[in-house]
Structure formats: structure tokens, C-alpha cells
């Protein structure tokens, strides 16, 4: 699959149903990561909704209808968007650098970067305090530092290097991005174009959890977008 998400937790909250109870620290065994989790009541968290997007954004599906154009993709876009209701919002492949402006009444714009195609544009929900964190020059990433309950959360937006023959340089880029993330807890999410071999060697050499999905993230003989 193209789009693969991976977490990294150090006491991240979660939400525990039932009756209110007092915050309780488990940790849980490697599945994949080593993670501390705080154990808090409804009252106290709601879980974080995450989003993640490569919208082809400079081209059409070839069963749109003619009169259909780049600009009407774009609206129907961020209308789907503003549907979801994400709470971390990551695009690739967006043809623009600056903000897709139907998201700023909920989102707050974190900032994109040029990838291999297109631009990556990371928007965190405004109820949230998220600050951006500097990144090295051409890492095809954009990331944050966002708050939820008192936890450091970092998410990152990316989009690495396509085709089987970039597997060095996927690693590359994912390595100069995990060395600006200090904080503990972080979610990475975009189009990795990753192989099955790296996802587990990524895994094991990162201390990464893969958040695992149903079904592929792109499969052109189904959805026909370019035939």
C-alpha cells in the first residue's frame, strides 16, 4: 500500500469508557513500539481524529465529466475534507503552495513543502495549540508539536520518494525527520510509497508502529482514475 501511517507513543492519552475513574498509567508490551499509556476518563479526553490525503490535485480523473476543472476538484476536495471533521488534516500532491482557504474556519495551516509532486500541507484543527518544528532543507515533510490534554504530541505530513529503486532515499528522509522529532509520542502520516520489506525494517530499526487499514490506499484497476 502507498499510504502508510506509523505511531511512535510515550504516554499518549487514550479514552477508557464506563465510569469516571482516576488517571492510570499501564504499559503495555512491544507490539512493534514500547509504549506508556495514560488511561483517562471521557471527561478528560477525546481521541484525536487523523486525516491523511494524496489528492492528485494537479490532474483529473478521467471519469470526470468535461466540463469539470482543476478548480472544481479543489473545491470538492476541501468540501469532503470539511466533512470528515479531522482533527490532523496531511494532503500531498496539493497544486499549491499556500492554503487551501475553505479549511481556515476550522484549521489552522501549519505550512507545506515542495515533495518529488506537488506540495504537502499539514492543517491541525484551531482548538488545538500546535507549533511548527523546523525541519532540515529537502525533507519532504511538514510537522508539528500539537497539545492534547497536557501530552506533547509531534504529526508529521509527508511524501517520500516513489519507485522501487528509492528505497535508500525513502529511508533517508524518514531518518532526517525522526532526528528533529524530540518528542516522545508522534504520529507520521502521508503517501511513504513504501514497500512491504521497508514497512518491517522501518519497524524494527525505529521503534515504529504501523496503524494498520483494510484494503489498499490506491488501486488503479479498481478506482480507473487515469483509464
Request: aromatic share 8%; net charge neutral.
Amino acid at each position: 500500500d502507498d499510504l502508510l501511517r506509523f505511531l511512535r507513543a510515550e504516554s499518549v492519552p487514550s479514552v477508557a469508557g464506563g465510569d469516571s475513574q482516576p488517571q492510570v498509567t499501564q504499559t503495555f508490551k512491544k507490539l512493534g513500539v514500547a509504549s506508556s499509556v495514560s488511561i483517562m476518563s471521557i471527561e478528560h479526553s477525546e481521541p484525536l481524529k487523523f486525516l491523511n490525503w494524496n489528492i492528485a490535485g494537479g490532474s483529473l480523473s478521467r471519469a470526470a465529466p468535461p466540463t469539470f476543472t482543476i478548480r472544481d476538484k479543489c473545491a470538492a476536495v476541501q468540501q469532503e475534507l470539511k466533512r470528515w471533521a479531522a482533527d490532523v488534516v496531511a494532503l500531498q500532491e496539493v497544486a499549491r503552495e499556500d492554503a487551501l482557504n475553505m479549511l481556515g474556519d476550522a484549521h489552522s495551516f501549519v505550512g507545506a513543502v515542495e515533495s518529488h509532486s506537488g506540495f504537502v500541507h499539514l492543517y491541525v484543527r484551531r482548538l488545538l495549540t500546535a507549533k511548527r518544528i523546523c525541519l532540515p532543507p529537502g525533507c519532504p515533510a511538514v510537522a508539528a508539536q500539537i497539545e492534547t490534554c497536557g501530552v506533547g504530541v509531534a504529526v508529521a505530513a509527508v511524501h517520500f520518494a516513489s519507485g522501487a529503486e528509492a528505497a535508500s532515499e525513502r529511508r533517508a528522509q524518514l531518518q532526517a525527520l525522526l532526528a528533529h522529532l524530540s518528542v516522545a509520542s508522534l504520529v507520521i502520516l502521508g503517501d511513504m510509497n513504501v514497500r512491504p520489506a521497508e514497512v518491517e525494517a522501518w519497524r524494527a530499526d525505529f521503534d515504529l508502529q504501523e496503524a494498520v487499514y483494510s484494503g489498499q490506499s490506491w488501486n488503479m484497476k479498481r478506482n480507473r482514475y487515469f483509464e
